[in-house]
């Protein structure tokens, strides 16, 4: 692109897609959802810059002195291309054509995962166009201008898209706003993060454990568990692309707390699978959650977390840790993990 304020349009579009395309990853409560309509008005704002910057996109890639002179930067940027117009393009597919899958994959798993692919291109992108960021370039006006111009592209064609679904009844009506679609049948997926498997777990020696930063540790059997008999309608958001509504039974955690008596300095706690996954929660969020044994007036499932898996109404599916056989009260935040679990 030959002028400065198109890089600077790009540099900061595509982080604030990946901004809040994260928040949309971690969040499934509705206080979020602006997040998720930001991120669809900064991909057609994207979309709109490179409609608006086609004939010098195309130009620099057909100079053949460009391609002798330097063709590894080239090449390099041609990938950049390709993947953020792959990634848009898998978004609109996702959004207005209805759930896909590939080799197993959905496509939001691929959009996802390509678009955090693109990160060091575009920190290359970015390093190679460093002038574009000097502050003469970044605080002209006219840049601002243009950058709310691309917003308000972005804006007009995010309404008009959805206007047009919602009247034509096309599949991406459908979708919540985390861009999931619904699976209201008589039973719902079975899905696992990353590297996680289902355990074989024995009920009759099974036990959950509740200890760390408390007075009164302890533990339960799956028979004193399932006196428990808390309800709770939540929607399981799986970043996988779909959702489902359902009628969860168990214990509330404010409850099995309670019993372990946490000490003064509490500040979080851990949920761990027998299969070692774990989540931690602030006290805060444990207050709306509920350690579950049952789905729909039956008992869970192996695949859906037997005997006992967490339900949070504000988390995604991957904090929904399941086969759960220990709580663990700590006096360190929840903030003690990474971002996102990397097993």
Not at 266 to 288: K, M
Request: aromatic share 12%; proline share 6%; with cysteine.
């Amino acid at each position: 692109m030959r002028f400065p304020w198109a890089n600077v349009a790009l540099i900061f579009l595509f982080s604030f897609e990946l901004l809040t395309g994260y928040l949309g990853l971690t969040h499934s409560n509705s206080e979020w959802i602006a997040s998720m309509h930001l991120h669809r008005i900064a991909g057609f704002a994207i979309l709109a810059l490179f409609i608006w910057k086609s004939r010098n996109i195309l130009s620099s890639f057909t100079v053949r002195r460009n391609w002798q002179r330097s063709p590894e930067t080239m090449l390099t940027s041609t990938v950049l291309l390709v993947g953020l117009l792959t990634v848009l393009g898998l978004g609109l597919a996702w959004s207005h054509l209805g759930s896909y899958s590939w080799m197993g994959f959905s496509g939001t798993t691929i959009h996802m995962t390509l678009a955090i692919g693109l990160v060091p291109l575009l920190l290359w992108h970015a390093l190679r166009h460093r002038i574009s960021l000097r502050s003469r370039y970044v605080a002209d006006r006219r840049n601002f201008l243009r950058l709310g111009l691309l917003g308000a592209a972005g804006l007009l064609v995010w309404q008009a898209s959805e206007s047009l679904q919602s009247v034509a009844k096309a599949p991406g009506a459908e979708r919540r706003f985390t861009g999931s679609y619904p699976e209201d049948g008589p039973t719902f997926p079975v899905t696992m993060w990353l590297n996680d498997r289902t355990p074989t777990v024995n009920p009759n020696s099974w036990r959950l454990k509740v200890s760390g930063h408390v007075f009164n540790p302890y533990e339960l059997d799956l028979g004193a568990l399932r006196e428990w008999q808390d309800e709770m309608t939540a929607t399981l958001d799986c970043t996988g692309g779909w959702y489902t509504t359902r009628t969860w039974r168990g214990a509330q955690l404010p409850n099995l707390l309670a019993l372990a008596n946490p000490k003064p300095g509490a500040s979080s706690i851990t949920i761990t699978s027998r299969t070692g996954y774990f989540r931690r929660y602030s006290l805060d969020e444990a207050q709306r959650a509920m350690l579950a044994t049952e789905v729909d007036d039956e008992p869970l499932t192996a695949g859906h977390g037997f005997p006992a898996r967490m339900v949070e109404p504000h988390k995604r599916g991957y904090d929904w840790v399941k086969w759960v056989d220990s709580i663990t009260v700590n006096d360190t935040g929840k903030l003690w993990q990474p971002p996102l679990p990397l097993t």
